[in-house]
C-alpha cells in the first residue's frame, strides 16, 4: 500500500506545496540542496572566498555612494542654500530609479552574465559619484542622484545570482551574512570616512576621490568574478516569468519580509544619529562612538549568524528550519529591543540599542539567502530584482513617516513603536508567509494550460 498510487500521487503533491513550513528533514531530501563532501564543499568555499570578498567591498563602497548626499547636506545647505523640501526632492530621487530599475536589472542578471553587470553598473555609480564634486547647479545634482540609482540598482540582483550559481545551500549562509555586513560596514565608513574627507577638503574634492578611488575595485572583479564563458544556459529559454514568480505565495512572504527588514535598516541609518542626540543629548563625538558600536554589533551578528546557519544546515539541519528559526529568533530581539528604546532612559537605552543591533543582524543575514534557494540560479536574478524592488518601498516610506511622527509627537517613542510592531510583522512573513524553502520547480509550477496557482496557493 505504501507504493500505491495514491501515495505516490500525495508526495508529489506535498512536495509541490508551501504548507507544513516547519516539516523537518534531511537536507539531501529538500529540492535544490546539493549535498557535498566535506573536503568538496570546503574547497569550493575557499575558491570562492575572494569573489565574497570583492562583493563585500563593492557592497560595501555602494552604500558610502548613496550617504555621501546625507554627510553633505549640511555644506550644501550653506552654499546653495537649498530647502528642506529640495533636499527631501533629491534623497527621493536616488530611489525612484534605483527601485523602478530593480525590475529591468532582475530580468537582465537572469538573461546575461551577472558578473559583467555588476562591472558595468559599478562603473556608472562611481562616475555618478565622482560627477557629482562637478555639478553647478540642483539640476544636475539631481539628475547625479538618479544616475546613481540607476548604477546602483544592479548591486543585489548580481550578487545574489552569483551566490545561488556559485555555492550550495550549506555554504551560502555565511556569503549572505557578509554581504548583509556590508551594508552596516559601509554605513560605519561613510559616516566616518567621508564626514572627515568632507570637513578637511569640502564636499566637491571628497565625492571627486571617492568615486574615482572606487574604481580601483574594478580591475580585481575582473580578475576574479565568476565566468560563464561560452557555455550560456541551454535552460535560458525555461527561465521563469515574472508572472510565475508574482504567482509565488513564497514571493510575497519574502517581499513583505524584506519591507520590514528594510524598515528597520533605514531607521537605524537615518535617524540613530538624530535620536541619540534628541533624546539623549549625546554629544557629536558621543554620538558617533554610540552609533559605531551599534553597526559594529549589528555587522557582527550577520556574520555570525550567516556561519552558524551554514554550521547548523551542514550538520543536518533542513534549511527551512534553520533559516526560519533564525529568522524567528532575530525579529523577536528586534521587536523587543526597539520597544525598549522607546522608554528608555539614558541608564537603560544602549543595552536596548545593542539588542536590537543583535536582532537586527540575525535577521539581516537570511534575507537573501531564502530567494537564492527559492528561485535557483536560473531565476535568483530577477526574484531578488522584485524582492528588492518592492522591499525598497520602506526606503520610500520609513524615514518620511519617522520624521511626521518625531515632528507630530517631539520625541521618538511613536516612531520606535511602529518600527517594534514592523519586527513583528517580519517575522510572521518570513517564518508564514514563506513556504518550505527548497527550489521551486519553475516547469511544473505554471502547467501549460492556464491550470491553477499550483504552489503558490
Not at 528550519?321 to 525598549?340: C, E, N, P, Q, T
Not at 531564502?370 to 522591499?391: I, K, P
Not at 505554471?446 to 499550483?454: E, F, G, Q, S
Amino acid at each position: 500500500m505504501n507504493s500505491g498510487p495514491f501515495v505516490r500521487a500525495r508526495r508529489r503533491i506535498h512536495c509541490n506545496s508551501d504548507s507544513y513550513p516547519w516539516v523537518h528533514r534531511r537536507p539531501e531530501v529538500d529540492k535544490g540542496v546539493h549535498v557535498a563532501r566535506p573536503e568538496e564543499s570546503a574547497g569550493k568555499r575557499a575558491s570562492f572566498a575572494p569573489v565574497v570578498f570583492l562583493m563585500f567591498l563593492a557592497i560595501l563602497i555602494n552604500f558610502v555612494d548613496r550617504g555621501n548626499l546625507s554627510i553633505a547636506a549640511p555644506l550644501l545647505k550653506d552654499e546653495w542654500h537649498i530647502s528642506a523640501s529640495r533636499f527631501g526632492l533629491l534623497f527621493s530621487a536616488f530611489f525612484w530609479t534605483y527601485t523602478a530599475m530593480q525590475f529591468v536589472s532582475g530580468w537582465l542578471v537572469d538573461r546575461l552574465d551577472a558578473g559583467i553587470l555588476l562591472a558595468i553598473g559599478f562603473l556608472i555609480w562611481s562616475l555618478a559619484t565622482a560627477a557629482t564634486g562637478l555639478v553647478p547647479g540642483f539640476a544636475l545634482l539631481l539628475v547625479m542622484r538618479m544616475l546613481l540609482g540607476i548604477g546602483e540598482s544592479i548591486i543585489f540582483p548580481s550578487c545574489s545570482k552569483i551566490l545561488a550559481k556559485g555555492l550550495p545551500e550549506h555554504a551560502r549562509g555565511f556569503a549572505n551574512g557578509v554581504l548583509i555586513a556590508a551594508i552596516r560596514c559601509g554605513a560605519i565608513a561613510g559616516t566616518f570616512g567621508g564626514g572627515f574627507l568632507m570637513t578637511k577638503y569640502g564636499w566637491r574634492p571628497a565625492f571627486i576621490w571617492i568615486g574615482l578611488v572606487s574604481l580601483l575595485w574594478l580591475p580585481a572583479w575582473l580578475r576574479w568574478m565568476p565566468r560563464e564563458g561560452g557555455r550560456k544556459q541551454a535552460s535560458a529559454p525555461s527561465v521563469p516569468a515574472f508572472a510565475a514568480i508574482l504567482r509565488t505565495r513564497s514571493f510575497w512572504g519574502t517581499s513583505a519580509g524584506t519591507f520590514c527588514s528594510n524598515y528597520l535598516l533605514y531607521f537605524m541609518v537615518t535617524w540613530l544619529p538624530l535620536y541619540l542626540v534628541r533624546e539623549f543629548h549625546l554629544s557629536m563625538a558621543g554620538m558617533v562612538r554610540i552609533a559605531g558600536i551599534y553597526y559594529v554589533t549589528d555587522a557582527s551578528a550577520a556574520f555570525a549568524t550567516g556561519w552558524l546557519t551554514d554550521l547548523w544546515i551542514r550538520n543536518g539541519g533542513t534549511p527551512t528550519l534553520v533559516r526560519k528559526s533564525a529568522m524567528a529568533l532575530g525579529f523577536a530581539i528586534a521587536a523587543v529591543a526597539i520597544g525598549g528604546c522607546a522608554g528608555a532612559n539614558a541608564h537603560t537605552y544602549l543595552g536596548f540599542l545593542l539588542a536590537a543591533g543583535i536582532g537586527n543582524g540575525i535577521s539581516g543575514s537570511g534575507v537573501w539567502a531564502f530567494c537564492q534557494t527559492l528561485a535557483g540560479a536560473e531565476a535568483a536574478g530577477r526574484w531578488t530584482g522584485l524582492q528588492n524592488g518592492l522591499g525598497n518601498f520602506a526606503g520610500v516610506i520609513g524615514p518620511a513617516l519617522t520624521g511626521y511622527l518625531v515632528e507630530r509627537t517631539g520625541n521618538f517613542r511613536a516612531a520606535l513603536l511602529v518600527a517594534s510592531a514592523l519586527a513583528v510583522a517580519g517575522g510572521f512573513a518570513w517564518v508564514y508567509g514563506v513556504g518550505r524553502l527548497e527550489k521551486i520547480n519553475w516547469k511544473q509550477s505554471i502547467p501549460p494550460a492556464l491550470a491553477p496557482l499550483n504552489e503558490v496557493v
